[in-house]
DNA sequence: CGGCGGTCCTGTCAGC
DNA sequence: TGCTGACAGGACCGCC
């Protein structure tokens, strides 16, 4: 689920929940991830206070003292959840050290690792299907860190502009869709805000980026920060007792216009959405709206 | 180098 | 019910 507005949204309602604590402890349940999760983490981040938490391309940092951030990535099904001292469990999940709660569930299943704070939280990092990471850099030294190095453009940044996005589209023989979602490129946009940002840009998802006008450039860039200011907007409201990055409590995904409408009416002209795919991943658009 | 397809992994759901 | 195959919001790797 996670695309750069989910990603920020965990990243501030951690840093309202972690921020100026202390780590007392880090235990690695099960280091299996898309990169093994360094064994190391424990020494090197035992009674290490936590400074911050910032969002960069799709990944999580938590910085810490002594100039080290500890990366998360959610990959498809990871999520972060914060238990406070307070989170009421019965006996049998103590026992069990159940940590991860959702829907009004607590699922032990697919935890990753668990951080214990001074104040008696715990933080449970958990993914399903594994695609996700975790690992630990130099603050100093993030941006020359391996998954970094060559990330594309932050949306939120001075450097993204129509002009650039013209830049960017004009040198590539592929379609407008996956060149927005290449984060070698642009970070942040992934499957679902590519589809609505390029409904609201009335663009054909299959039209070759090097063939958009200037103008197109211009609504692209615009409908990109406009849709991607909305969600976070969205994700923020909903944060209240832990930090969630799934999409069952209320998230943009009641704002889609096209993504997983299939069949459904185009908002504008009624038409029915279409689903097809590029590079084996679903895309929805509307025909008639979008040339 | 650019573009594309395969692949990592588990869960869910439609269809038989 | 139970099985099977398709598919899921990401990103890397290797091939042409």
Redo the contacts with the bound molecule.
């Keep these: 689920?996670?695309?750069l507005p989910?990603v920020e949204t965990v990243c501030r309602g951690l840093e309202a929940k972690i921020k100026n604590h202390t780590i007392k402890e880090i235990k690695i349940l099960n280091p299996?991830l898309?990169i093994p999760i360094p064994s190391n983490l424990n020494s090197k981040l035992k009674n290490k206070k936590i400074l911050q938490v910032k969002r960069k391309?799709?990944?999580i940092l938590i910085e810490t003292e002594g100039d080290l951030s500890l990366i998360m990535?959610?990959?498809?099904?990871g999520r972060v959840v914060v238990l406070d001292p307070n989170t009421k469990l019965n006996a049998e999940q103590k026992l069990e050290k159940i940590f991860y709660y959702h829907q009004e569930k607590f699922i032990i299943?697919?935890n990753h690792l668990q951080i214990n704070l001074d104040d008696g939280s715990t933080i449970i990092f958990n993914d399903?299907?594994?695609?996700g990471l975790v690992t630990l850099s130099k603050s100093s030294e993030i941006n020359q860190h391996k998954?970094f190095c060559k990330s594309g453009i932050e949306p939120f940044s001075s450097d993204f502009s129509a002009t650039k996005l013209h830049e960017i589209f004009a040198?590539?023989?592929?379609?407008v869709k996956?060149?927005l979602?290449d984060?070698?490129l642009i970070v942040g946009i992934?499957?679902?805000y590519a589809s609505e940002i390029l409904f609201r840009s009335r663009i054909h998802p299959e039209r070759l980026?090097s063939t958009l006008s200037a103008k197109n450039c211009k609504e692209i860039h615009k409908h990109s920060l406009e849709i991607l200011e909305e969600a976070i907007k969205a994700g923020g409201s909903t944060l209240k007792d832990y930090v969630h990055a799934?999409?069952n409590l209320g998230?943009?995904?009641n704002n889609f216009q096209v993504y997983d409408r299939e069949s459904h009416p185009c908002l504008i002209c009624k038409s029915k959405i279409q689903s097809i795919?590029q590079?084996?991943?679903?895309t929805f658009f509307c025909v008639k709206c979008q040339k």
Excluded at 73 to 77: A, F, N, Q, R, V
Excluded at 279 to 282: F, K
């Design positions: 689920m996670p695309e989910e299996k898309r391309a799709k990944y990535h959610l990959g498809m099904s299943k697919h399903t299907r594994k695609f998954l040198k590539r023989n592929k379609s996956s060149v979602m984060a070698s992934g499957n679902i980026a799934d999409g998230y943009f995904q795919k590079n084996g991943r679903s």
